[in-house]
C-alpha cells in the first residue's frame, strides 16, 4: 500500500523504511530505463522535426536513432549521465515517498478530509515531489547535459557541468510540471484499482506494476510539454557541446522558450520525444511503484520476523 491507510493491520512505514524503499525503487528502475532516457532527451533537445516521414534532423525515429547513437556512440552512450541519473533517482525517490507517506498521514489526522480519497493523494503526490525536485534539482541538470552531449565529450565531469547558475535552471517549468505529473501520477495509481474491471485477473504485485504503469502514461501525456521545456532550458549555456548533433537555440527564459518552440516548430515541437517518454513513463512509474512496494513489505516483514 502506498500512502498511510488508517484500516490497516500494521503500523504505518516508519520514514527511514519509506525513504530506504524509495531510493532501492529508484536505483533498481533507472538502471532498466536509462537508454530510453537518453533517446527521449535527444529528441527533445532537437530543433528540427523528429518525423520519420519527414526525416530532417540527425534523429527521426525511435529505432533509428538508437541505431544511430550505438554506430556513433557505442553501448555506453546510452547509459551517459547514468552516475547523476542514479543519484537522482535514489535521492527523489527517498524524498518523494517518505514525504507522501508523512503527508498523507497528516491529512488523515489534521484534517476533515479522508486520507484514502484519490483527491488526497494528488494534492500530497505533487507536494512530496516539489520537495523532491528542490532536492535533487542539481542532479537532473547534470543528467540531462551528460545525456545530451554526444562525442567527443566537450566537458567530461561534473563540476563542469554545474556553474553558479547551474543548480537552479529551468525552476520554473520544473516545478509547475511536477506538481500535477506527480500529482496524477499518485492520483491515478490510486483510483484505477477501485475499477476492478479493468484488470479482473491481475493481482498482487502485478496490479501495482500495471496500475503504476497506466498511470504514468496518463500523466506524462497531460504533463508532456513543460518536460520539454525544461529540458531545452537545461542545457543553457552548454551549446557548444551540441554542435555536432544538431542545430541549437538559446533561451532567454521559460516565456521565451515556449516562443520560440511554437514560432519555429509548431504545436508539434512541444511533442518531439512523446514516444519513447510514454514508454519509459509506463516503464519507470510502473516499476518504480512495484519495487516500493516489493522493498517496503520486504523491510516490513523482515522486522517482523526479529
Known amino acids: 500500500m502506498v500512502g498511510y491507510d488508517p484500516g490497516s493491520k500494521g503500523a504505518a512505514p516508519a520514514p527511514e523504511d519509506a525513504a530506504l524503499s524509495g531510493s532501492a525503487a529508484g536505483m533498481v528502475t533507472r538502471a532498466l530505463i536509462s537508454p530510453l532516457d537518453v533517446i527521449k532527451i535527444r529528441f527533445q533537445l ?3 522535426r523528429v518525423s520519420s516521414r519527414h526525416p530532417e ?28 541519473a542514479q543519484l537522482l533517482s535514489v535521492c527523489f525517490g527517498a524524498v518523494q515517498f517518505a514525504s507522501f507517506e508523512f503527508l498523507t498521514e497528516m491529512a488523515h489526522k489534521s484534517t476533515a478530509y479522508d486520507s484514502q480519497t484519490a483527491g488526497v493523494h494528488f494534492v500530497c503526490g ?9 532536492a535533487c534539482q542539481p542532479l537532473d541538470t547534470l543528467r540531462t547535459r551528460f545525456a545530451a552531449q554526444g562525442e567527443p565529450k566537450v566537458r567530461a565531469n ?13 525552476w520554473v517549468p520544473t ?3 511536477v506538481f500535477p505529473y506527480a500529482g496524477l501520477q499518485f492520483f491515478f495509481y ?19 506494476l500495471v496500475c503504476g504503469s497506466c498511470a504514468g502514461v496518463i500523466s506524462k501525456t497531460m504533463t508532456y510539454p513543460f518536460d520539454l521545456i525544461k529540458k531545452r532550458l537545461q542545457v543553457g549555456g552548454f551549446e557548444e557541446a551540441r554542435v555536432h548533433l544538431d542545430r541549437v537555440r538559446k533561451y532567454g527564459g521559460f516565456v521565451d522558450c515556449v516562443s520560440q518552440i511554437a514560432r519555429e516548430e509548431g504545436l508539434r515541437g512541444f511533442l518531439k520525444g512523446l514516444s519513447p517518454s510514454l514508454v519509459k513513463a509506463a516503464v519507470s512509474t510502473g516499476f518504480t511503484f512495484f519495487w516500493y512496494e516489493f522493498f517496503l513489505n520486504a523491510i516490513q516483514n523482515l522486522k517482523g520476523s526479529q
Not at 126 to 134: E, H, Q, W
Open 57 to 84: 534532423g540527425k534523429y527521426w525515429g525511435l529505432f533509428q536513432a538508437s541505431r544511430c547513437i550505438l554506430a556513433e556512440e557505442g553501448l555506453p552512450a546510452f547509459w551517459k549521465g547514468h552516475v547523476p
Open 158 to 170: 561534473h563540476r563542469h557541468h554545474l556553474g553558479p547558475w547551474g543548480s537552479t535552471v529551468a
Open 175 to 177: 516545478l509547475v510540471a
Open 46 to 48: 532537437q530543433i528540427e
Open 190 to 208: 490510486k483510483k484505477l484499482p477501485e475499477h476492478y474491471c479493468l484488470f479482473p485477473s491481475i493481482v498482487g504485485n502485478l496490479r501495482s
Open 126 to 134: 505533487g507536494l512530496a515531489a516539489c520537495s523532491a525536485t528542490v
